[in-house]
């Protein structure tokens, strides 16, 4: 008999053994078969570039959030010719009432380059989830937009998010974009990853490639807001030719409302969104220790309040996990720093870019590893982000397809595909995340997953991340299902051996 139960045992701990190696194994390498040429950038010529017509008629017209909480918008817009007016008249649909806010010129040069009149303008103090026209300009140079503000920070309010990143201005750019506006789920806000216009990449950083990007994303950054994050090709240092001033274009078009999170710089703030709490880093920033950075994520995080926004999301450009041989390991020091408190705080999703390519890891963490421990393997740990690379906007560089081999068991999902996505927040507990290449139809999602709240949802992700391969793509029968097979055909196992 003891021997009996020592084979039992045996077999019983061999069974489990081969039972996580299962679990433990690489998610998906995606098979899809795409066209990976370098992608053109559009004819100069092109419709997308249209400068407006009329003398001095404003273009490159973006909104983003201009306070905390989502009541107000800053207005940027670009006069070529002369300042023009600095106003923005706005109103609320079905509103007689007008009203004006006043806004602030900026202008700089880079090289040989010289900006237009750059305009910002913050508008405070506006109803929430209302929608609002807005105009900017002078007589017959006057162009009307609208925007709808977010419903107000709650726990259940639904929103609906969209991810682009690495965009440029190619064909393949403008495809995502296209895909991105026919989305039948509607992205109210979109969040974006860094890199914009990839203007470093023509011959001393051709400013003026950051006016025809600006004129390309109007059709949709004049709509809705698209939520800035600096990347490596916003830091335009060139000291060779005097620009040695980082993020010089990228700080004086792109404006962002950090103070009111108590940032002293433009490159990382946080803002409130509906039911969502988005905490925007800088990987090109000191983040080490001390650094300002540091002590404000740190202050930073404490402060959020899940029972206000109980979605907790991370953008940054340089992405911490990454299984492509692009990149490889760029993101690990600030992993090393950042990590801990992604972990402590409940961080529901980290999405980044920076990677040309799509990837979606498993709930991982690797933090244990001090040195002489030697746990330096990534663990399934559920009070870790997932983390989303979806630096596949589209860009002259063209798509990253070397991978590391064999997949990594943190990386669930993997295509080098061009694309965006959409993060569709339903209540407190669920959140539905869905990735769309651009060779698909719009409804089209090519990897998807459910996303469980940390805070308030975090029983039920540990149960699916404990039994499954791919714990987040199948429902919770499916994985209790997947769960008593396992153990059933473990049972028979044992039962013929004793
Ligand atoms: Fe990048």
């Not at 391969?469 to 994985?479: F, H, P, T, V």
């Amino acid at each position: 008999m003891g021997v009996r139960r020592d084979s039992f045992g045996g077999i019983f701990l061999v069974g489990l053994i081969f039972g996580f190696a299962e679990i433990s194994n690489g998610g998906i390498t995606s098979s899809y078969v795409r066209n990976d040429d370098l992608s053109l950038d559009m004819p100069l010529d092109s419709d997308v570039f249209r400068v407006p017509p009329g003398y001095n008629a404003p273009q490159q017209v973006h909104i983003t959030q201009g306070d905390h909480e989502g009541k107000g918008v800053i207005v940027s817009w670009v006069t070529p010719d002369e300042p023009g007016s600095k106003t923005v008249l706005y109103w609320a649909e079905n509103s007689e009432l007008k009203n004006v806010a006043e806004g602030f010129i900026l202008k700089y040069k880079y090289f040989n380059y010289t900006s237009g009149y750059i305009h910002h303008c913050t508008i405070k103090d506006l109803e929430f989830d209302t929608k609002y026209y807005y105009e900017v300009g002078v007589g017959n140079t006057t162009r009307q937009f609208w925007f709808i503000t977010p419903p107000r920070p709650g726990p259940d309010v639904p929103y609906t998010f969209g991810l682009i990143g690495d965009l440029g201005q190619t064909h393949d750019s403008n495809r995502t974009v296209t895909h991105y506006e026919l989305n039948p789920t509607k992205g109210q806000t979109l969040l974006f990853v860094g890199d914009l216009s990839y203007a470093d990449d023509y011959p001393f950083h051709d400013n003026s490639r950051w006016d025809t990007w600006g004129r390309f994303i109007e059709r949709s950054a004049a709509y809705q807001p698209w939520i800035w994050t600096a990347g490596n090709h916003e830091i335009d240092f060139v000291p060779e030719i005097g620009e040695s001033k980082p993020f010089k274009p990228y700080t004086h078009r792109y404006h962002v409302p950090y103070r009111a999170s108590g940032s002293t710089s433009p490159m990382w703030y946080s803002i409130k969104r509906a039911s969502a709490y988005i905490i925007v880093l800088s990987s090109y920033s000191a983040y080490g220790k001390y650094t300002p950075q540091y002590k404000w994520l740190e202050k930073e995080l404490p402060k959020v309040n899940r029972t206000e926004t109980p979605w907790l999301i991370v953008l940054m450009h340089c992405p911490m996990y990454n299984s492509y041989a692009h990149h490889y390991m760029e993101g690990e020091t600030m992993r090393v720093m950042y990590e801990p408190w992604f972990v402590e705080f409940k961080v529901d999703v980290v999405f980044a870019g920076h990677v040309h390519a799509y990837e979606r890891s498993e709930r991982i963490s690797n933090i244990a590893y001090n040195i002489v421990n030697g746990l330096c393997t990534p663990i399934r740990d559920q009070s870790a982000p997932i983390y989303i690379t979806i630096g596949d906007g589209g860009n002259l560089e063209g798509l990253v397809t070397s991978m590391t081999e064999p997949q990594p068991s943190y990386s669930a999902f993997r295509e080098p595909s061009f694309g965006h996505g959409i993060l569709d927040i339903k209540n407190r507990t669920h959140a539905y995340f869905g990735w769309h290449r651009n060779q698909d139809g719009y409804a089209v999602e090519a990897d998807s997953v459910w996303l469980h709240n940390r805070y308030w949802n975090p029983h039920e992700g540990f149960i699916r991340g404990c039994v499954m391969k791919r714990s987040d793509s199948m429902s919770l029968e499916g994985a209790c299902k997947v769960h008593s097979e396992y153990l059933r055909s473990l049972l028979q196992i044992i039962q013929n051996l004793v």
